[in-house]
């Protein structure tokens, strides 16, 4: 898979980004692939974020995977600082691949660059595949995520 760039997400890469995102049946409802409006203002917030990676991977010009690294500085656990692994997303073209396993390598390395301690992540509850595959690579379900929405 030496074919496969992962970079810093351009604003060229919202509309495949959104597309994979609404590509499940949790963010078919929940995103609007048709209105990037609100994607640019917060890919806007994102690239000026030094904590924030928005990375996408390409093969082929085509792009096939992302995910968003949150870098957090903290007090607990001896002023660690943790990162935070969210919308990870594969097209449906490449699930099965080992794309996934290597986006969240280069999450976990770019983690530890960032002298990170803790690399976590959540995933909805009915996602049971992705709960074997975060397991297959070293998470542990070790917490009960609560959410209210605003």
């Known amino acids: 898979m030496s074919d496969l760039e992962i970079r810093p997400a351009a604003a ?17 409802q929940r995103e609007s692939p048709g209105d990037l409006t609100p994607y640019t ?11 924030q990676r928005l990375v996408v ?3 082929a010009g085509a792009v096939v ?7 957090v500085p903290g007090l607990s656990r001896r002023g660690a600082t943790r990162s935070i692994i969210e ?8 699930r099965g691949s080992g794309l996934g396993t290597q986006l969240l390598e280069w999450a976990v390395e770019e983690s530890r ?8 992540l959540t995933s909805d509850a009915t996602r049971t595949d992705a709960h074997r595959f ?17």
Request: net charge negative; aromatic share 6%.
């Open 12 to 28: 060229s890469d919202l509309p495949a980004i959104v597309a994979m995102l609404a590509d499940d049946p949790l963010g078919a």
């Open 41 to 51: 203002e917060a890919f806007e917030r994102l690239v000026h974020d030094p904590n």
């Open 57 to 59: 991977a390409v093969r």
């Open 65 to 71: 995977g992302t995910l968003q690294l949150t870098i």
């Open 87 to 94: 919308g990870v997303r594969i097209h449906t073209e490449e």
């Open 113 to 120: 660059r960032q002298n990170c301690r803790l690399v976590q």
């Open 134 to 150: 975060y397991e297959r690579l070293g998470f542990e379900a070790s917490h009960l995520g609560f959410k209210m929405s605003l």
